[in-house]
């Protein structure tokens, strides 16, 4: 079983803006025991099995197809609208896409780290959530409907990265035969 940690998102990353804003944000890490780029994880996790599902949802119901050429572009940042996604921000090592409607944030980020004496990589997946609902104090905060899919949304936030880890763990394997 891949070990998935839900834990707040470094100081540097891209979400930090959206957690002082008030908006919910969440973040889940695990550690690959081989060094991998941020083109490298961003590649994996927009073309596993899993996110192939969510890329036909939305070719189905929103209109928004995309490939698994066009999630090498994104990955080689020379694209910037992927499926329902534009990208909000990018550094060497991290990305924030923001969605079509402008309510939610995908984040992906990798770390070089020593890890049981070798050099490995802390990969980091989060959105943030911005709210929708206006209280009589001024205060926003996300609908009930929101509020009721955040379950589901942190499961599958999991299944989404252990399923990255899986697919650059192969392919490190893969590469070194």
Same mark, same amino acid.
């Given at each position: 079983?891949?070990?998935?940690?839900?834990?707040?998102?470094?100081?540097?990353? &891209?979400?930090?803006?959206?957690?002082?804003?008030?908006?919910?944000?969440?973040?889940?890490?695990?550690?690959?025991?081989?060094?991998?780029?941020?083109?490298?994880?961003? &590649?994996?996790?927009?073309?596993?099995?899993?996110?192939?599902?969510?890329?036909?949802?939305?070719?189905?119901?929103?209109?928004?197809?995309?490939?698994?050429?066009?999630?090498?572009?994104?990955?080689?940042?020379?694209?910037?609208?992927?499926?329902?996604?534009?990208?909000?921000?990018?550094?060497?090592?991290?990305?924030?896409?923001?969605?079509?409607?402008?309510?939610?944030?995908?984040?992906?980020?990798?770390?070089?780290?020593?890890?049981?004496?070798?050099?490995?990589?802390?990969?980091?997946?989060?959105?943030?959530?911005?709210?929708?609902?206006?209280?009589?104090?001024?205060?926003?905060?996300?609908?009930?409907?929101?509020?009721?899919?955040?379950?589901?949304?942190?499961?599958?936030?999991?299944?989404? &990265?252990?399923?990255?880890?899986?697919?650059?763990?192969?392919?490190?394997?893969?590469?070194?035969?």
């Amino acid at each position: 079983m891949i070990k998935i940690t839900q834990c707040q998102p470094p100081k540097d990353s &891209l979400l930090t803006a959206y957690h002082a804003r008030g908006c919910y944000t969440d973040c889940f890490t695990t550690v690959l025991d081989a060094e991998v780029s941020a083109e490298d994880y961003i &590649l994996a996790f927009y073309t596993t099995f899993i996110f192939k599902i969510e890329r036909a949802i939305l070719k189905l119901f929103l209109a928004k197809p995309s490939s698994d050429k066009q999630a090498k572009l994104l990955a080689k940042k020379e694209i910037d609208q992927f499926a329902a996604w534009h990208v909000e921000g990018r550094t060497t090592d991290q990305i924030l896409l923001c969605d079509f409607q402008q309510k939610t944030r995908s984040w992906l980020k990798v770390e070089g780290i020593e890890y049981d004496g070798k050099r490995s990589t802390r990969l980091y997946f989060g959105s943030a959530v911005v709210p929708d609902r206006k209280l009589a104090n001024g205060e926003y905060t996300l609908s009930l409907g929101v509020k009721f899919l955040l379950g589901f949304h942190k499961w599958y936030s999991r299944i989404l &990265l252990a399923s990255a880890k899986r697919r650059l763990q192969k392919v490190s394997v893969d590469s070194s035969i």
